[in-house]
């Protein structure tokens, strides 16, 4: 087992994140060490995951002695919204959750985002698990304390940082994933190595991803809890996370949603590369290095949305801070550098990303 630590500096809230096989069945011991008061806990997932993985999980809460409850919604970023957060919310009343009981998300980046916004909220704050099931939650969205809900004008716009009391990543679930979501988390994956790490995208090369999972999880987790602990709040450097990801949620909005994040982050990555590669701010192995790794693992580098239309899309933003966005430019393989720039002047980066 792989234990990091996380100290969030805002609010001095310490919490563990363990990377270990075939630990699901240890969730109850461990959440009763984290709430020796508590008399319930709450297991969010959806309804994909709930047929996987949430009997183990309610059993072990039991043999904990929990009383274990469940709420699932439908699979997919359509569920991440006001209608259903409420919906958790008047759960929680009517299960008479207290601030010692506990809610834990099981399952991918839309169930963490959901639960722990549902968490940050309910009664002002009551602690939450995350236990993620797919590579994207397990290597980025799970860590960290960003929680919430898309509203109709975008992704994510309301929520708060909220931090677990615990993250528990199990590798082993990751063999039941669909190639397309295992995709999705190779790009976020992709992008760790670009904004921070040329040793992970040349491991990435050499090792197949599938065959080195707990090592690749214990690095991407590593490296953003290092960025994280420097910035909670998301006002500096931990904006490097968000490399290509103005064009992405922009791509994830024009779709509806139908392009998923990971595909939709691996354009916005090729989108900014190419444009800092045009404009001499990285030099040309650095787009070399990225589509190489895109091409490898199935994900694709270009869209056929528009300039203009990516660029209206990416003005609901929430990045976006007055007339201003910041974009995290790579500037050579393994290292990525914030940028400032008025919004008017992204079109023109995106149209110079569109470029062969």
């Known amino acids: 087992m792989t234990t990091i630590s996380v100290c969030a500096r805002q609010d001095a809230r310490r919490y563990n994140i363990y990377i270990e096989p075939a630990s699901l069945s240890s969730i109850g011991g461990k959440a009763r060490e984290l709430a020796a008061s508590a008399q319930t806990a709450l297991v969010v997932t959806d309804d994909t995951v709930k047929t996987l993985y949430l009997q183990p999980v ?73 236990v993620p099931t797919t590579l994207l939650a397990m290597v980025d969205s799970s860590v960290g304390g960003k929680t919430g809900i898309d509203l109709p004008a975008g992704k994510n716009l309301a929520g708060a940082f909220y931090q677990p009391s615990m993250v528990l990543c199990d590798p082993d679930v990751l063999a039941t994933l669909a190639s397309q979501a295992f995709a999705d988390g190779c790009a976020e994956v992709i992008k760790y190595g670009m904004i921070q790490s040329g040793a992970l995208l040349k ?109 209206e899309a990416a003005l609901h933003d929430k990045k976006r801070a007055g007339g201003f966005i910041t974009e995290p430019v790579p500037s050579r393989p393994g290292e990525c550098v914030l940028r400032k720039m008025p919004v008017s002047e992204l079109l023109e980066w995106i149209e110079a990303g569109f470029e062969p």
Do not use: W
Request: proline share 4%.
């Open 203 to 311: 491991s990435l090369v050499d090792v197949p991803l599938h065959t080195q999972l707990a090592g690749v999880i214990e690095t991407c987790v590593g490296l953003k809890r290092d960025i994280v602990q420097k910035d909670v709040l998301d006002t500096g450097e931990r904006q490097l996370l968000n490399f290509g990801h103005t064009v992405g949620h922009a791509i994830e909005a024009l779709s509806r949603y139908e392009v998923s994040h990971g595909r939709a982050v691996a354009i916005g990555m090729s989108v900014i590369t190419r444009a800092a590669a045009r404009k001499n701010l990285c030099p040309p192995e650095c787009r070399t290095a990225l589509e190489r790794l895109l091409a490898l693992y199935n994900l694709p580098d270009r869209t056929d949305y528009t300039p203009k239309a990516l660029h």
């Open 58 to 130: 309610m059993q072990s809460l039991t043999e904990a002695g929990l009383t274990a409850l469940s709420f699932s919604v439908l699979p997919g970023e359509a569920s991440k919204n006001a209608e259903r957060y409420i919906s958790l919310l008047n759960h929680l009343a009517e299960s008479r959750l207290t601030r010692a009981d506990m809610i834990i998300a099981l399952g991918g980046g839309l169930v963490g985002d959901l639960a722990g916004f549902a968490a940050a909220t309910y009664l002002r704050g009551i602690p939450f698990v995350q």
